[in-house]
């Protein structure tokens, strides 16, 4: 395991779908920070903690000049890593390691401060440019059309707002990632569509506090799709039961209450119409996180800690105002408290989790936790969301 942790966030396509993570190393120092990235770097694939960190799938690294001098032998997957480096701290032997990479088949992408005319001509060996202010987009849109020419991608990596967003799309920027995809659009101004509400109308009724085991099990099986996907994936997350589950009160006697009504509160969401669909996968990291941390503590609010990292995304994905969305949802008052301002018993949790994704865990606001366990908990989590992926889009078929 390596001595240290690292965090990740989405990096999506134009058409929303996920096309790498950025990973984030965990640590007050930026030295530190860069001797994290490089044990992870210097180990094989099948021992590092990247193939875990990114589900498989693609990493997207930043790494300084001072590292990069020192892999030219990198041995991990092409296409599982994106080597990314700061086009103000390129030094000569830098960019003899680079070309070794890209020599390699490895995706080389640099960072840029401002637009450059000369840099296209210079590093004929990258193939992502990356940007992280609007007004470097507005720079380089003029030059968009020769830079596709030339075989170059386009990122803009700190999108904050709609806006911002539009203005990249609408130059030809091929990647996009920020905290923008994670707040809601608000397209339909304050209401929320019909087909959405009645989705948030289900899972409202499934957290009423006060419903019994026979309104659960009335409720899904009146939902004839629900309940066949409920059923389906409760048979193939855990196909080692004794006797096929082959109906919701089966269910229930099985895993519990709390257990189904969760597994159908995420297929729900799952049903709603919405881009990016990694918002659910972030959403189920979350909750697990959450969760675990709090079972970790010897909590007895595990649950309701489970249920503010899975709805800590519901308004991104119902695109509404989460104070809009609580009005309809019975939730305790420390969920609420969470969720909405980050605060309360619950809210510590929550914020543990969210920090732990963004790289930030020196500074988790509960002090009792203990850092590796928080890790481990995180690490657990983004195998488990990877797992529930795999069966949500079997369940699709």
């Not at 300084?64 to 103000?88: F, K, Y």
């Not at 659009?185 to 959405?196: D, E, F, Q």
């Not at 595990?302 to 105002?321: K, R, T, V």
Request: proline residues 5%; negative net charge; glycine residues 6%.
């Amino acid at each position: 395991m390596i001595q240290g942790f690292i965090g990740r966030s989405p990096v999506y396509d134009r058409r929303l779908e996920l096309f790498a993570y950025q990973l984030h190393p965990c640590s007050p120092s930026q030295e530190r920070g860069n001797e994290i990235m490089l044990q992870l770097l210097q180990q094989t694939w099948e021992k590092t903690r990247l193939a875990q960190l990114t589900g498989g799938k693609t990493g997207f690294i930043s790494l300084p000049g001072t590292l990069l001098e020192n892999l030219s032998d990198l041995s991990l997957p092409q296409d599982r890593l994106i080597v990314c480096a700061s086009w103000q701290a390129l030094n000569e032997p830098a960019i003899n390691s680079i070309k070794a990479l890209a020599g390699k088949g490895y995706l080389i992408a640099i960072d840029f401060e401002h637009y450059d005319p000369d840099w296209a001509d210079q590093l004929d060996f990258i193939q992502i440019c990356s940007v992280g202010s609007i007004e470097t987009v507005r720079e380089i849109q003029p030059h968009i059309g020769p830079l596709h020419d030339r075989g170059l991608k386009l990122l803009f990596h700190h999108v904050e707002s709609q806006d911002q967003y539009d203005t990249a799309f609408d130059a030809g920027f091929d990647y996009f990632q920020g905290h923008f995809f994670e707040r809601p659009r608000l397209i339909h101004g304050t209401h929320i569509p019909a087909n959405k509400m009645a989705i948030l109308q289900l899972i409202a009724r499934l957290q009423d506090p006060d419903i019994t085991i026979v309104e659960v099990e009335k409720l899904i099986s009146y939902d004839i799709t629900l309940s066949y996907k409920i059923l389906r994936l409760i048979n193939a997350a855990f196909y080692g039961l004794p006797k096929k589950v082959d109906s919701i009160q089966r269910a229930v006697v099985f895993f519990g209450l709390n257990r189904i009504k969760q597994w159908a509160t995420v297929i729900a969401f799952n049903a709603i119409d919405y881009k990016p669909k990694e918002l659910m996968i972030t959403a189920l990291v979350r909750a697990k996180t959450c969760e675990t941390i709090a079972r970790q503590l010897g909590r007895s609010d595990h649950e309701q800690c489970y249920l503010s990292g899975l709805f800590s995304l519901l308004d991104a994905i119902m695109d509404a105002p989460m104070q809009q969305i609580l009005q309809h949802l019975s939730l305790t008052d420390d969920i609420n408290e969470a969720l909405l301002y980050g605060g309360g018993p619950i809210g510590q949790v929550l914020q543990s989790s969210l920090n732990l994704e963004q790289g930030i865990c020196h500074r988790l606001p509960l002090p009792q936790l203990d850092l590796a366990n928080a890790m481990q908990a995180y690490l657990e989590a983004i195998e488990w969301a990877e797992k529930v992926r795999a069966l949500l889009e079997e369940n699709s078929q």
